[in-house]
């Protein structure tokens, strides 16, 4: 596995309130959206369906088989990105083919100075959301979790697992990845910034390709 810094978390002290949108509060989008949103960071939900009227209607919830749940209530939801406004990061959390669409749509949400995280499998991802919203607004990430939505409103997290490793496309960290990085910790969550996130993108990109092949009949 590329090599990966398990840093201190900064508490973010002194640090101007940070805001976070989440494209696709799915199983992944979600849990970890709402694990930033329960530490106090500013997160709106784009959702849609009943999920978003869940949302709206009850706050997003997290429950987890092996560890401590989670409510955020009330929560920011909406099925509009242009009424959220700009935002300091947007995590893409959608399936990989609605990446173009998704990325078209996070657009009003973009600043001059917004990052775009994809946690999204596949390695295509980066280079699709590249060409719409910039290739140096991105962030490297990948999510190591087995999530899904439960029912309208809810994460349903099952196992222990729930990792998130991020970097700069180029290599290393940079201040918007050590910040994220905080943010991600002070909210529970197990991550790490990797010195090599493309190569740590494709060993797991490799693992899920043989994963799927083992599941064939």
């Not at 917004?114 to 280079?127: I, M, R, W």
Request: aromatic share 4%; with cysteine.
């Amino acid at each position: 596995m590329a090599a990966a810094t398990n840093r201190p978390a900064d508490p973010l002290a002194g640090q101007p309130p940070m805001k976070i949108a989440i494209m696709g509060s799915g199983g992944v989008g979600g849990y970890f959206g709402g694990r930033l949103a329960a530490s106090g960071v500013d997160v709106t939900f784009v959702a849609r369906g009943d999920h978003l009227a869940a949302i709206r209607r009850d706050g997003l919830r997290i429950e987890s088989r092996d560890m401590p749940g989670a409510l955020v209530t009330p929560a920011k939801a909406t099925d509009d990105p242009t009424a959220v406004g700009e935002v300091d990061y947007v995590i893409v959390g959608v399936k990989l083919w609605a990446t173009e669409e998704a990325g078209r749509a996070i657009l009003p949400m973009v600043g001059r100075d917004t990052a775009v995280l994809s946690l999204q499998n596949g390695v295509e991802c980066d280079d699709i959301l590249a060409e719409i919203v910039g290739r140096d607004r991105l962030i490297g990430g990948v999510a190591f979790i087995a999530s899904s939505i439960g029912r309208p409103g809810v994460i349903a997290h099952i196992g222990t697992m729930q990792r998130v490793v991020i970097g700069e496309p180029a290599g290393g960290s940079s201040p918007r990845v050590d910040r994220l990085h905080a943010a991600l910790r002070n909210a529970g969550v197990a991550a790490e910034i990797s010195d090599d996130i493309q190569r740590t993108i494709w060993e797991k990109f490799v693992f899920l390709i043989g994963l799927s092949a083992t599941r064939r009949p």
